[in-house]
């Protein structure tokens, strides 16, 4: 009883699944790739198109100069009268311990030119005086004027056109801090 020579079997069909899988790791790991290279070659350039200087002046702080093909942006340890476009209240040092001043220029890639000028000083006198000598001498400037706001703070404000100066005083153990801010876009700089 032998039934004879039994036919052969057809393959099995190929599994969807396991070659789907593969294919979609097969293209993870080229945009893995793509995106590692476009990362590398992005840095090159960078490293290349970026210039950084930092020269250290006589009294020991630095000006840093960053330059880019997206913009610029230059940090120059000075702050003065002129350049705050504020009074610097009479006989007040700056206050050394933080070195928070500081005037800082952006430009944006042949667009915005913005600069920002800081500086932290300090005096002996008392808040009132202090704040009398801001408020004679700033006088019809003030946009808007604050008498201790939450932080304890008496601030004057002055709003011109694109630029924004602001006078904060406070007191701090006997002394009376005094921050003195001025933000505008270069092209405006009317006092």
């Known amino acids: 009883m032998d039934a004879g020579p039994v036919p052969p079997r057809a393959p099995a069909p190929p599994r969807r699944g396991a ?10 790991a080229l945009i893995i790739v793509t995106a590692g ?9 960078i490293s290349r198109s970026v210039h950084m200087q930092v020269t250290k002046q006589e009294n020991g702080r630095q000006e840093v100069s960053i330059k880019t ?4 942006l230059e940090v120059h340890p000075e702050v003065t009268e002129a350049s705050l476009g504020l009074p610097i209240y009479p006989g007040s040092s700056r206050m050394r311990d933080d070195d928070w001043a500081a005037t800082i220029n952006l430009n944006f890639a042949d667009e915005a030119k913005v600069r920002i000028v800081a500086g932290k000083f300090q005096t ?10 801001y408020h ?7 946009t808007r004027y604050q008498e201790k706001d939450q932080d304890g703070k008496t601030v004057f404000e002055i709003k011109q056109d694109k630029q924004k100066k602001v006078v904060a005083l406070r007191s701090v153990d006997d002394k009376t801090v005094i921050d ?8 405006s700089e009317s006092n």
């Open 69 to 72: 093909p997206l913009g610029s």
């Open 37 to 45: 290279l476009a990362v590398w070659v992005g840095l090159q350039y």
């Open 124 to 133: 002996t006198d008392a808040l009132e005086k202090v704040r009398t000598f």
């Open 136 to 142: 004679d001498r700033l006088g019809a400037q003030v």
């Open 180 to 187: 003195l801010a001025r933000g505008y876009q270069l092209g």
């Open 19 to 28: 070659s789907a899988v593969g294919i979609a790791l097969l293209v993870l």
